[in-house]
């Protein structure tokens, strides 16, 4: 391997970490100290199943008592801005989208991680219901996936998606992102609407509930 391209295969891999661990470092110190590390401790809570976005932010947002597996330990956490929660939680799936399309022949070889990528690629390529819907729509698709916030639909399985139904690195994680964001964004509003004005809060979610059947009934008929 010549320099060149050993230098741009180490770029691909430490890029994206370096603007994810940069960015929430920079973040969480412009909060002040007691709330920096409980913000951190969300962001790393992230990774850990079965929380996601839908349960970090309105955490986050709310404050009060969360369980954190990476310190097996109960934290109290302060409100936190909901525009830095969402952006935040989006970022996460961004870089993880990035690093995933730009690596992602190695990131099959990492243990339990390749496993799981694929198990994915398994249940795509025999049309799973859970992903078929995604391929006639592509980029569509894939932003409505990450957008919606259910257990595994974020940025890594996003990503395999993408590759499966043969988008470029640069398209999936471009819808990555934007699911992402715009997913995030939705969530910390409704958040921040629900503990404030409860008539408005249930309002929104039945509409929402009402799209989500719709949409359910419109896979499964195809």
């Given at each position: 391997m010549?320099?060149k391209?050993?230098?741009?295969?180490?770029?691909?891999?430490?890029?994206?970490?370096a603007?994810?661990?940069?960015?929430?470092?920079?973040?969480?110190?412009?909060?002040?100290?007691?709330?920096r590390?409980?913000?951190?401790?969300?962001?790393?809570?992230?990774?850990?199943?079965?929380?996601?976005?839908?349960?970090?932010?309105?955490?986050?947002?709310?404050?009060?008592?969360?369980?954190?597996?990476?310190?097996?330990?109960?934290?109290?956490i302060?409100?936190?801005?909901?525009?830095i929660?969402?952006?935040?939680?989006?970022?996460?799936?961004?870089?993880?989208?990035?690093?995933?399309?730009?690596?992602?022949?190695?990131?099959?070889?990492?243990?339990?991680?390749?496993?799981?990528?694929k198990?994915?690629?398994e249940?795509?390529?025999?049309?799973?219901?859970?992903?078929?819907?995604?391929?006639?729509?592509?980029f569509?698709?894939?932003?409505?996936?990450?957008?919606?916030?259910?257990?595994?639909?974020?940025?890594?399985?996003?990503?395999?998606?993408?590759?499966?139904?043969?988008?470029?690195a640069?398209?999936?994680?471009?819808?990555?992102?934007?699911?992402?964001?715009?997913?995030?964004?939705?969530?910390?509003?409704?958040?921040?609407?629900?503990?404030?004005?409860?008539?408005?809060?249930?309002?929104?979610?039945?509409?929402?509930?009402?799209?989500a059947?719709?949409?359910?009934?419109?896979?499964?008929?195809?």
């Open positions: 010549d320099i391209k050993l230098l741009v295969t180490l770029a691909k891999i430490l890029i994206p970490p603007i994810g661990i940069c960015t929430l470092l920079a973040i969480g110190l412009s909060l002040d100290p007691d709330t590390m409980k913000y951190w401790y969300l962001c790393m809570a992230y990774f850990f199943p079965p929380l996601g976005k839908e349960s970090v932010i309105p955490i986050g947002i709310a404050g009060g008592d969360i369980f954190v597996p990476i310190v097996n330990a109960n934290i109290h302060s409100p936190i801005d909901p525009n929660m969402a952006f935040s939680i989006a970022l996460i799936d961004s870089v993880v989208s990035l690093f995933v399309v730009w690596n992602y022949d190695l990131v099959k070889k990492i243990p339990i991680l390749g496993r799981f990528i198990k994915v690629e249940l795509g390529r025999k049309g799973s219901r859970k992903y078929a819907w995604v391929r006639p729509l592509k569509i698709g894939i932003v409505l996936f990450v957008m919606v916030p259910l257990q595994g639909s974020g940025g890594l399985v996003g990503s395999i998606l993408g590759r499966l139904i043969g988008m470029r640069v398209t999936t994680w471009s819808a990555v992102t934007l699911g992402a964001f715009i997913g995030c964004f939705a969530i910390a509003y409704f958040a921040k609407v629900a503990f404030s004005n409860i008539v408005v809060a249930l309002s929104i979610l039945l509409i929402v509930v009402v799209v059947v719709i949409f359910k009934v419109w896979k499964e008929s195809r």
